[in-house]
């Protein structure tokens, strides 16, 4: 979390900030008996055991977006309000889609080794694709997927997307210049997919062995929003055998990615570590914001004005 908004919580409240709880979580719950609100980023599990342990909890801050992280479930039934940081790391996020999918269409970038060592694959990458003239589907079209339709557009794509809670006429579609489709039609169309959905139940395995094989062969495939959303081991396979142009992971089944996984050695894969929406400029943002309506929710006050509160 960054310092400065560190520093804003504690000029109001007793706050401990250590990074290292999230691999102690005996010690997490030990400290949460007397804690009034809780910050996590992706790995802590807010479980409805973790919030047992926690009686005087009224509010949880996430540093980023998503929550399968969080038993909402359980939150509600305690009362205790959880505040994501919508918006605040959109345009990291969207920067990374683009950047890595003119990356991978291109195909250009990893040659450095082998020109510094006197080769010259010139003939090897000079078949590269344009991004412009081209089409991205964006796969679920929140505030993220929708930033990513303009900035594609701003290179010269074309966009489609899909969203099964958004209606046909839903203004967003027009406003950002994208085609709604089907989704089976949107992955026939595209040329970059980009996978901005939640980690439901619905959309476990949304892109599956069968979704893979709609995708053009020079196809490349970004997911930045959850792990389990894509089928890795259908993906491994699709690369392998070449069915697909290539494909960037930021996000995984299992996090962090265990050494001898299907996806180690895979052609045409770019892997990071859940990192698309971190920047110096995001965290700032993230961290403010989450700090922000914490400390909001904390002096609006569940507790006594005259409690001690503490994070």
Known sequence: MDAPA????????????????????????????EADALIVRNRTQVTAALLDDAPRLSVVGRLGVGLDNIALGACRERGVQVFPATGANAAAVAEYVIA????????????????????????ALSNGREAAGGTMAVIGFGGIGRLVAQLARGI????????????????????????????DDALRAADVVTVHVPLVETTHNLLGPAQLKM????????????????????????????RLGGAALDVFADEPLKAGSPLAGVPNLI??????????????????????RVMDALLAGEHDSTTTKEL
């Open 6 to 33: 560190v520093d804003s919580l504690r000029r109001h409240f007793d706050v401990l900030a250590d990074a290292s709880l999230v691999d102690e979580p005996d010690r997490l719950r030990g400290l949460l008996v």
């Open 100 to 123: 890595t999918s003119l990356l991978l269409l291109r195909g250009a970038y990893l040659s450095s080794t082998a020109v510094a060592q006197g080769q010259w694959p010139r003939s």
């Open 156 to 183: 010269g794509m074309g966009v489609v997307g899909y969203d099964p809670q958004l209606p046909a006429d839903a203004a967003c579609w027009q406003e950002t210049g994208t085609r709604g489709m089907s989704f």
């Open 215 to 242: 995708l053009k062969p020079h196809a490349v495939l970004i997911n930045t929003s959850r792990g389990g959303v894509i089928d890795e081991n259908a993906l491994a396979d699709a690369l392998r055998q070449g």
């Open 271 to 292: 892997l990071t570590p859940h990192i698309a929406g971190l920047t110096m400029q995001s965290n700032a943002r993230v961290s403010s914001l989450v700090a922000s």
